[in-house]
């Protein structure tokens, strides 16, 4: 190891959302001492309050525990990260820019800028933001423009793979990590900065792969990984398609298909199809940044599975009419679920909601219950109703949608719910209901992909 590659490296995360406070917090309990900064002055004050600015199972307890170390620490001060930290790590998000399928590249442009002119010592700047493949060169360029002169700065990119609802997990417990890098030193600064990841591992006789790289593989990884997830989504809801065409069952062809070790069982589940803050806008970006390079061909499959992904919304709008016998009109429509998947508070790009403005839109009268989810949504669509529970949300009820796979709504009494609405139909829009009990309490069930 060289003579300037601190021990323990001080680590600062700029940009405080779903994937920078998670690694802020997660690697504060890993042992390190962490900064995370945020331009957004309310989000740094609540998270230095010891409250996590969004719900994630398990991060706020950990948070508080972190905080009262002092190893952790926010501000909201370029000067101050920059003198505290030997490695930044860039969180911001990256959008979909208006009117176009690329990513907004401007928070990462600012972050850069609002830290490079008050570097004073070597350093490393690791890009962890899902970006289109180059970023990590032009990042590279920015900080030779913006460093004072003398100050060796250099960069890395290390994608993120964590999900929400299991960031945590993700995060303590990679399945694998990316290091993009360019020298030695950057290399030796990513295993001490992951050395508590490493040591987690094998105490629990694990380990985690790393794959160390050049930048534009390491950016790659990321939006591969993605469009594969989002393609395998669309492939089962493309099945879900000629299923309903042909009698079939969706659940049980993916299940037989699943067992095919080469195939596996995960994402395959077909429903209303994805959604969030990553797949969607991240094969879209995919596809701008391809066409840009000059390969555009080689992913116009991408645009089909989001055309797919799209379709299974208005597939559910139109089971939802056909039980209104056809009047959506003045129809009383419960949909069950906010946000994109469960166990989150994030309605971005949800298919749940998606669906309740396009209900709304039809003039439908909609009241919409999530656990988690309400605050997000009703800044969203405030157009509509929201319910404190289940049986608020579906006393007289036309037609019941469940399309956020909660617990409690896998678990609900379909006996107790079909004594409170006016007809008893529900759409089960991530086949996550017991159709069968559904029916024997009297329901018409329909889900997707299934007769
Ligand atoms: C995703 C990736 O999984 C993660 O590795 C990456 O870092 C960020 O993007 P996340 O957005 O948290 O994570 O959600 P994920 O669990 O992947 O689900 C995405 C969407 O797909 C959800 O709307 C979910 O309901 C839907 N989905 C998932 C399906 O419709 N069917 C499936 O079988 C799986």
Redesign the pocket.
């Known amino acids: 190891m060289s003579v300037t590659t601190p021990q323990r490296p001080r680590l600062t995360i700029l940009g405080t959302g779903y994937l920078g406070a998670t690694h802020a917090i997660s690697m504060a309990e890993l042992g390190y001492e962490v900064m995370g900064f945020d331009v957004d002055e309310a989000k740094i004050a609540k998270l230095a309050d010891g409250q996590v600015p969004f719900h994630e199972p398990g991060l706020d307890e950990m948070l508080r525990r972190n905080l009262a170390t002092g190893r952790l620490t926010f501000s909201t001060d370029y000067a101050e990260v920059a003198a505290f930290g030997d490695v930044h790590f860039i969180c911001v998000g990256t959008p979909q820019k208006q009117g176009s399928l690329a990513a907004d590249m401007r928070y990462v442009e600012s972050a850069v800028l609002g830290l490079a002119p008050h570097l004073t010592r070597r350093s490393l700047v690791v890009g962890k933001s899902t970006v289109p493949v180059g970023t990590a060169e032009w990042v590279e360029q920015l900080l030779q423009d913006h460093v004072a002169p003398g100050i060796e700065v250099e960069v890395a990119w290390n994608p993120?793979?964590?999900?929400?609802?299991f960031a945590v997990e993700d995060t303590l417990r990679p399945d694998r990590l990316v290091f993009g890098v360019k020298s030695d030193w950057a290399r030796e600064m990513l295993d001490i900065t992951y050395k508590g990841v490493f040591e987690l591992a094998s105490s629990e006789d694990r380990e985690v792969p790393v794959v160390v790289t050049d930048f534009a593989t390491a950016e790659l990884v990321k939006v591969s990984?993605?469009s594969y997830?989002a393609t395998k989504?669309s492939f089962i809801n493309a099945m879900a398609e000629v299923c309903d065409a042909a009698g079939a069952d969706v659940t049980q062809l993916a299940r037989a298909i699943g067992y095919d070790v080469r195939i596996g069982n995960k994402?395959?589940?077909a429903?209303v199809?994805?959604?969030?803050?990553?797949?969607p806008k991240d094969i879209r970006a995919f596809q701008a940044r391809a066409q840009e390079l000059g390969v555009g061909d080689a992913l116009t499959f991408l645009s089909e599975v989001d055309k797919i992904n799209t379709r299974r919304r208005e597939h559910v709008l139109e089971l939802t009419r056909e039980f209104a016998e056809g009047q959506l009109d003045g129809a009383k429509v419960t949909v069950l679920g906010a946000t994109?998947?469960p166990n989150s508070d994030d309605v971005r790009d949800s298919?749940a909601l998606a669906v309740a403005r396009m209900l709304h839109d039809e003039n439908a009268v909609v009241s919409v219950y999530d656990p988690e989810g309400t605050d997000n949504a009703r800044r969203e669509l405030p157009d509509v109703q929201y319910a404190v529970s289940i049986s608020d949300a579906v006393a007289g009820a036309d037609v019941v949608l469940v399309l956020t796979e909660w617990e409690e709504f896998r678990h609900a009494d379909p006996v107790v719910l079909a004594k409170l609405v006016s007809h008893a139909n529900v759409v089960d829009g991530r086949n996550c209901l017991d159709a069968a009990r559904w029916r024997a309490a009297g329901w018409n069930y329909r889900g997707l992909g299934r007769p």
């Open positions: 993120e793979f964590l999900r929400e609802g990984a993605n997830l989504i994402f395959l589940r429903g199809g994805f959604g969030g803050g990553c797949l994109f998947k298919p």
